[in-house]
Nanobody, 116 residues
Framework: QVQLVESGGGLVQAGGSLRLSCAPS????????MGWYRQAPGKQRELVAG???????TYADSGKGRFTISRDNAKNTVYLEMNSLKPEDTAVYSC??????????WGQGTQVTVSS
């Protein structure tokens, strides 16, 4: 069973920054892609940012220019750097690792709260 260990959530004021980390229990190169999703109360879960095993990145429009997804090969960790945070970024952020079209794994989720 693959585990995704997340860290880095918390409370921050609007305009501040946070960095989320996700460390899978096996090499992230064994996954076709990894990414971060978020779900705010009363809303559907949405993709925030993703990175493929080849290094291609994708971002939701809401985070373009503010969020950066990256990975550290030596630490086998994927990061989501979030800058200029807004209250509407408040959500539970979850790490996702996709192995195939039909097989994916989720982290436990980490709360990000942005106060105005």
């Amino acid at each position: 069973q693959v585990q995704l260990v997340e860290s880095g959530g918390g409370l921050v004021q609007a305009g501040g920054s946070l960095r989320l980390s996700c460390a899978p229990s096996r090499s992230f190169f064994s996954f076709s892609a990894m990414g971060w999703y978020r779900q705010a109360p009363g809303k559907q879960r949405e993709l925030v940012a993703g990175i493929t095993s080849g290094g291609d990145r994708t971002y939701a429009d809401s985070g373009k220019g503010r969020f950066t997804i990256s990975r550290d090969n030596a630490k086998n960790t994927v990061y989501l750097e979030m800058n200029s945070l807004k209250p509407e970024d408040t959500a539970v952020y979850s790490c996702n690792a996709r192995e195939t079209m039909w097989l994916e794994y989720w982290g436990q989720g980490t709360q990000v709260t942005v106060s105005s």
